[in-house]
């Protein structure tokens, strides 16, 4: 049974500004050039630029590792992005259990040890899945695709010699992704503030974490 997280801590706000990356930095993160993004986004793969200057959320950075990975199988850049969609807060929950540093928090000194707490609850995923975006949805550790088939979830990596006649196999490692998101952004994926800001002492702490599972 999941712990009741919401009635042990105070409430949770994500901090401004959110993390956002730079075409640049998006292509360290994915592979897709800053080039190859006017033209995905041209074509109607990416969002439409709200601003003067490109800038990507992690949660877009998630889907793009996803989707143009896919594209690379020989999807279609549009087919490789619905279905990278359905997987990017999967990617963030990896990166989150799975890399250092991925997660800060502030507040007062006790509610930041019992976020901590609970946040590594190995037992108890739903701090996790909530500040991930994954709330109600089982994870999947890859995508498998068989003789090029559409690219299927599946809960453990698959066995080649099972193949069911298959002769070629592609395997997208979502664990993998979550942890290279993490490692090639280099600073936390989601901060979070307990309670209101305004009503902190001054023994108000900051902590950063992540990376319990491995």
Known sequence: MG???????????????????????LEEVTGLTPEMQRVWR????????????????????????IGYELSRWGLSPGRSM???????????????LNADGTCEVQGEKKDVEKFEKIFTNLRDSSLVDYL?????????????????????GSDQLPELEIVNGS???????????????????GRPLVKIEIGRKADWSRSATRRVIGGHER
């Open 3 to 25: 712990t009741n997280w919401h009635a042990s801590l105070p409430i949770l706000a994500f901090a401004d500004p959110p993390l956002e990356l730079t075409p640049a930095e």
């Open 42 to 65: 041209s074509r109607g793969h990416l969002e439409k630029l709200t601003g003067t200057q490109a800038r990507y959320t992690v949660r877009d950075a998630a889907q793009i590792l």
């Open 82 to 96: 619905e279905i990278a969609l359905k997987f990017a807060s999967q990617v963030i929950q990896f990166a989150l």
């Open 132 to 152: 991930s975006g994954n709330e109600g949805n089982e994870l999947v550790r890859c995508l498998v695709s068989w003789d090029h088939s559409e690219p299927e």
């Open 167 to 185: 002769i070629s196999i592609q395997v997208l490692d979502i664990v993998q992704a979550g942890i290279r998101l993490a490692e090639r952004v």
